[in-house]
Nanobody
Framework: QVQLVESGGGLVQAGGSLRLSCAAS????????MGWFRQAPGKEREFVAA????????YYADSVKGRFTISRDNAKNTVYLQMNSLKPEDTAVYYC????????????????????WGQGTQVTVSS
């Protein structure tokens, strides 16, 4: 059983940056592919980014490509989401998730394909 705890959310002005962290415990972190998702009020949870076990492969949603960077530190059991050039439409609760297999973007982008989820961290971008 893997436990995931997100942190780093907050209020930031448009154009600013935040770095989210997701700390994992209770499992072999390096054995899990990780993803970040977000959910805005009244909307479905959507894919943001994913990273393979080693960190050598990544996927991004088109809406964040070039602005967000996913990375991981297996020694610290932590995955990160660096968010730059933030926009008001990035406002959402951000969740990290884990699954045992890294696959295609069509799979990694689907919430139902993940086994473990964190509780989320709020990101609010003001205009």
């Amino acid at each position: 059983q893997v436990q995931l705890v997100e942190s780093g959310g907050g209020l930031v002005q448009a154009g600013g940056s935040l770095r989210l962290s997701c700390a994992a415990s209770g499992g072999t972190f390096s054995g899990y592919a990780m993803g970040w998702f977000r959910q805005a009020p009244g909307k479905e949870r959507e894919f943001v980014a994913a990273i393979s076990w080693s960190g050598s492969r990544t996927y991004y949603a088109d809406s964040v490509k070039g602005r967000f960077t996913i990375s991981r530190d297996n020694a610290k059991n932590t995955v990160y989401l660096q968010m730059n050039s933030l926009k008001p439409e990035d406002t959402a609760v951000y969740y990290c998730a884990a699954r045992t297999l890294f696959s295609t973007v069509q799979v990694m982008g689907v919430t139902e394909k993940y086994d473990y989820w964190g509780q989320g961290t709020q990101v609010t971008v003001s205009s």
